[in-house]
């Protein structure tokens, strides 16, 4: 029904909430790296054999970079007309 409906639409995000998303993925890119680091830094320690610290390199960088990419056009929001190329 008609009255079960809210009367105005959802409210976008604020924009220093847009600016604390930057800052979680700053501090998360942080996070990635200290800890790769710190896991390649024992890998050299313990003999440098097989590179094991590959696996969560690739594996927390490719979590990292599909929400970078998803969160990003989450964010962008749909284009308007004008931004359309025609070429």
């Given amino acids: 029904m008609i009255e079960d409906l809210p ?13 604390g998303d930057r800052g979680d993925a ?3 890119l942080a996070i990635y790296a ?3 680091l710190l896991l390649i830094v024992v890998w ?12 969560p390199l690739l594996g927390w960088g490719l979590g990292l970079a599909k929400r970078h990419v998803h969160h990003g ?15």
């Fill in 73 to 87: 056009a989450r964010h962008r929001g749909p284009r308007r007309a004008s931004e359309w190329s025609t070429s």
């Fill in 34 to 36: 200290a800890v790769n």
């Fill in 44 to 55: 050299a320690i313990s003999g440098a054999g097989y590179f094991w610290p590959l696996w």
């Fill in 26 to 28: 700053r501090r998360q």
């Fill in 7 to 19: 009367d105005e639409a959802p409210a976008t995000k604020p924009a220093h909430a847009v600016r």
